[in-house]
């Protein structure tokens, strides 16, 4: 149902295996929401999606207690987030109250309503997207709830081919309704997290990722680098890349491949660093080059 985008969708593939979070930070009308339900109908997930605007209340996110008139009991009506995969659209657009109604469900994988705390499903990912062009009456995500992300990505204009072959897909169909099978079950996602896990990282590639990590610190033009949680995604994501790949082992490869969306978000630039043309990806490609690849048998 996608034409073209293949690395696009391997990442987001990768981040539902890895059982990690993802911001999709691109221009509205690029299948950003095609993508998410695609996937969580063909992987057997249960999605859901929630539009995020100012006026949006956190019950609206975790759902509330009502009052059954014919039992005179509250009861629990869950919220959007009790789901497999939630997209949030625009989570810029709410307030920061209702964004922290996120942070605990991304997090600890749980939500406390009037005192009751509730486990999330398994898997839960969180897909979020934000339009980097419209910032009039947003609230920028703070850098805590941006670090809770494993990673953050973009999708991209496609090649003119590309946007060709939407086209006649669209008139051969002669209609916007699209239809996918699912080809896995919630079972299936659990087992290849779990075989994720037993992925072999040498001792020389826990090294590399640590000295990269380590290296978005001491950059020239960076004021804050990446945390130990950053190390931790890194790690997870080369482990899933591997995994993709057909190998129980991480090969050097597949750490530069997750490198960018990986850290990119964890970064906070330096203002001359901004003003010399400097942006985060650019400044890891950087970090790249310069820290010695290891040598694996």
């Known amino acids: 149902m996608i034409v073209g985008k293949r690395d696009v969708l391997d990442l987001l593939l990768l ?8 911001l999709i930070e691109d221009y509205p009308g690029l299948a950003k929401t095609l993508m998410a339900k695609s996937l969580a109908t063909a992987l057997g997930l249960d999605f859901k999606r929630i539009q995020f605007t100012p006026d949006l209340l956190p019950a609206d996110v975790t ?3 009502i009052i059954d008139l014919k039992t005179s009991k ?19 657009r709410a307030p920061p109250r ?7 469900a991304m997090q600890e994988k749980q ?17 979020a997207t934000q339009n980097p062009i419209e910032y009039e009456g947003t609230y920028p995500l703070p850098e805590a709830q941006l670090d809770r992300f494993l990673m953050k990505l ?3 204009y ?4 590309e946007e060709r072959e939407i086209l006649r897909r669209r008139a051969t169909a002669m209609t916007d309704d699209i239809e996918v099978s699912s080809v896995a079950t919630m079972a299936d996602v659990q087992a290849m997290k779990g075989e994720i896990e037993r992925i072999h990282l ?7 990722v640590v000295d990269i990590v380590r290296s978005t610190r001491e950059h020239v033009d960076v004021d804050v680098g990446a945390s130990p949680r950053g190390s931790l995604a890194m790690m997870k994501l080369s482990r899933g890349k591997a995994y993709l790949d057909g190998r129980d082992y991480v090969i050097p490869d597949d750490v530069k491949a997750i490198a960018i969306p990986a850290l990119s978000h964890r970064l906070i630039l330096k203002a001359e660093g901004w003003m010399r043309g400097k942006r985060p990806e650019s400044v890891i490609e950087d970090i790249l080059r310069s820290v010695p690849v290891p040598k694996v048998d």
């Open 15 to 22: 981040s539902i295996v890895s059982g990690g979070h993802v």
């Open 63 to 65: 759902g509330s207690f």
């Open 74 to 92: 509250f009861e629990l009506r869950k919220g959007p987030i009790f789901t497999n995969l939630l997209l949030a659209d625009e989570i810029n």
């Open 98 to 104: 209702t964004q922290s109604a996120l942070l605990e």
């Open 111 to 127: 939500v406390t309503i009037e005192g009751q705390t509730m486990r999330m499903g398994d898997p839960f990912v969180v897909m």
């Open 154 to 156: 973009s999708v991209g």
């Open 158 to 161: 496609p090649d003119p081919d």
């Open 202 to 208: 040498e001792e020389a590639i826990e090294k590399y």
